[in-house]
Nanobody, 124 residues
Framework: QLQLVESGGGLVQPGGSLRLSCAASGFTLDAYSIGWFRQAPGKEREGISCISSRDGNTYYADSVKGRFTVSRDNAKNTVYLKMNSLRTEDTAVYYC?????????????????WGQGTQVTDSS
């Protein structure tokens, strides 16, 4: 059974940093493109980043470009999202998801396995 578990969320002051982890079990994560999504209170879930399985290309939403970095450690079967210069508007539940296609499709519907989410909250 494909399972993803996010960790690393917490309270953070504006301007601070966090690194989220997405650990996979039941499958080899590098065979999947991995996306990061977030859902803020009262808002729809949005895709913010993706790393493709084919060539490691990375993609970012304009809202996080230049501040967030996605990477993968195949030896640990884990994908990371490093978040710098955090803002109040980054407060949300963050999810990772796995897409069996070898490139990032840009469509949420192609992601077949989802983690339970980890909360990131502005502490100010």
């Amino acid at each position: 059974q494909l399972q993803l578990v996010e960790s690393g969320g917490g309270l953070v002051q504006p301007g601070g940093s966090l690194r989220l982890s997405c650990a996979a079990s039941g499958f080899t994560l590098d065979a999947y493109s991995i996306g990061w999504f977030r859902q803020a209170p009262g808002k729809e879930r949005e895709g913010i980043s993706c790393i493709s399985s084919r060539d490691g290309n990375t993609y970012y939403a304009d809202s996080v470009k230049g501040r967030f970095t996605v990477s993968r450690d195949n030896a640990k079967n884990t994908v990371y999202l490093k978040m710098n210069s955090l803002r109040t508007e980054d407060t949300a539940v963050y999810y990772c998801a796995a897409d069996p296609h070898n490139d990032c499709s840009g469509y949420e519907s192609t992601f077949s396995a989802w983690g339970q989410g980890t909360q990131v909250t502005d502490s100010s």
